[in-house]
């Protein structure tokens, strides 16, 4: 249904549209996650809510309310404006972890910059970030998880896995592969918590559990956590469930198994079907955030938990009594300086006595690991609208390509600020990194570009359109840049070497133009010279000297002697460097003959192997017409006999 405007209604819905538009250039403008950028998304939401407004209530005015297609519009209508709220909501939550992100960035480089803030606020972001991963990876994923808890069997085209509930054979579409440690907190964290051979596990079948959906979505709600259990075997460790949140969750079933209630799945045992099991350490991570999640919302509630609760919370800490070095100590201390003062004392305890000591070099090298592990965090993944659930991937791949570009920008942008300050000093390597980031920047945005064209929604493949073409503006201006500064360099370079090689000699000084200006220069002497030359030099050598007032013909002889004797000294220096280059030039002479006749040689050979492959050719010619004429021979002779007698 079309809804009929007033003059008025129109005139409103075309400003704010020019706003929408005008809105949305200034955010593609903004740096992705700058106060702007947020602002300008927030407004662009206010927008079209109001213009939905208006275009609703033009309906409800011009419609009759029974009529379907008014129900129908009405029905859309809200299911758009829930679905730009939920829209809103993730602006929100994505604003207050870059805010988080920000006050680390901003501690780290600061001068007074320290370990206890700084994992204060990095353990504060890690609560903040939501478990969410991109559907390929997650295919992928899933498929390694299912290979290492049992496989799949096929019964008449229905695929079944193995369910860690009863042990049992169950349909496969029921379960999905679920991730302990996040992979939305990224590798980089990931190494920095548990060490460097947790770095590349985060998509493994060890850091994956295979859960029922209903189990694995209250899991990474952290509703439910999973812990050691007793066992019989030492070699392989049991696993047992633990539902930590009871509030609306005790009696609720989990389906598709009949009657079992998450009640009867407390302290029950998984079931798996090899000796293969996740890494412990990254459930003590799951089970320790479930902790301080739970608690903090209790304390919210007014509930103050100076003490376990009640009569399972002593079991539950108990299940991870023996010790076991699982994370970095500086993280257990984060989350104790952070949340300590939410948290039981046993909890407390029990942390402490699972720290593993993971050392960085210096303390400055530490904050450099956790900056990088906020680069690797997957900020902006999370789904904004529900409309786009099926293309997570490609607005992860949108996002990473903008963010590289943004990085890859600021780097030439400081490459060339550093050219720019000493062109004609600088580095030779530098022109070559500037070129190569040039060649990689404009790479990038060629694949945002291409990846732009596939976008299907027109707001933000306009949006894209636009971060392209301010890309190639600035790729555009930083080449000419890059032009001038090198052109510079070459001019300045040219210049010195000219004025090197035209420019006065210094042996020449010691020789005035005028004959009869003073000099108190002494004679240099040659360093092709012989030596007994140089002390004939030495101790003949004329040394005068009058007063430029007492000038008379005495003083005017002595001089004329001096520029004389100074004119003798050269003329032998370039004497003495005659007859070193003669030397050299006769050296070079005798090198030049070896050479001659080693080429001699070498022709000499050439010609031998000459004579010889022209006499294997001639040969090869002559078995080849033997063989083709033996060829012929023989097929007349066999010819003659089949002809005569038979």
Known sequence: MHPKLTDDEKYRVKDLRAAIRRTRQRSSE?????????????????????????????????????????????????????????????????????????????????????????????????????????????????????????????????????SVLDGTRRDKDGFVAAHIFPPSIGPGAMEYIFGRDARYEINSPRNALLLPKKIEKHFSAHQIVIVPARSDNSDVREWQFLIVDKSGLWNEYVSPFGPMRFSDLHERKLIFPNDFRPQARYLYFHYLISMIIHFRAAKKTGIVRSELPDAEWPELMRAWATHGEYLRDNMIYGFMEEFGHDLPEDLKENALAHCAPIRSNSEAEELDEV???????????????????????????????????????????????????????????????????????????????????????????????????????????????????????????????????????????????????????????????????????????????????????????????????????????????????LADLGQQREMLKGTQRRLYSVANTLGVSGDTIRMIERRAKQDKWIFWAGLVIFILFCWAVLHFLR
């Open 30 to 162: 903004a740096v992705y996650g700058s106060e702007d950028y947020w602002k300008y998304s927030k407004e662009e939401l206010d927008g079209e809510d109001q213009i939905s407004d208006l275009r609703f209530r033009a309906l409800q005015r011009n419609s009759d309310l029974s009529d379907p297609s008014f129900e129908r519009a009405a029905q859309e209508y809200k299911v758009q404006k829930e679905r730009r709220g939920a829209k809103r909501l993730s602006i929100l939550e994505k604003e207050k972890i870059f805010v988080k992100r920000n006050k680390i960035l901003q501690q780290s480089s600061s001068t007074t910059a320290n370990r206890t803030s700084t994992r204060a606020a990095y353990v504060d972001l890690l609560l903040t970030i939501q478990s969410k991963t991109g559907r390929q990876k997650q295919s992928d994923f899933s498929k390694d998880g299912l290979r290492a808890y049992g496989g799949t069997t096929k019964v008449n085209n229905s695929t079944y896995c193995f």
């Open 371 to 581: 900056i990088d592990s906020l680069g690797m965090i997957q900020i902006g993944s999370d789904n904004d609208d529900d409309e786009d659930d099926d293309d997570d991937d490609e607005d992860d791949d949108e996002n990473s390509l903008f963010n590289a570009a943004l990085k890859q920008s600021a780097a030439v942008r400081r490459d060339l600020d550093a050219f720019a300050e000493s062109p004609t000093s600088g580095p030779a390597a530098l022109q070559g990194q500037i070129s190569a980031s040039l060649t990689s920047f404009s790479r990038t945005i060629d694949d945002y570009s291409s990846l732009s064209k596939k976008e299907l929604i027109p707001a933000k493949q306009e949006k894209a359109f636009e971060r392209v073409k301010n890309f190639r503006t600035e790729l555009a201006d930083y080449r000419l840049q890059f032009d001038r500064l090198r052109k510079e360099r070459e001019e300045a370079q040219v210049t010195a070497n000219r004025n090197e090689l035209l420019g006065r000699r210094p042996h020449n000084a010691a020789t005035p133009e005028n004959p009869y200006a003073q000099s108190n220069l002494s004679a240099q002497h040659s360093a092709f010279a012989s030596p007994h030359r140089q002390q004939a030099h030495a101790s003949g050598g004329l040394s005068f000297g009058a007063s430029p007032s007492d000038y008379n013909r005495e003083t005017h002889a002595l001089r004329e002697q001096s520029f004389l004797a100074n004119t003798n000294n050269q003329i032998d220096e370039f004497l003495d460097r005659g007859r070193a280059v």
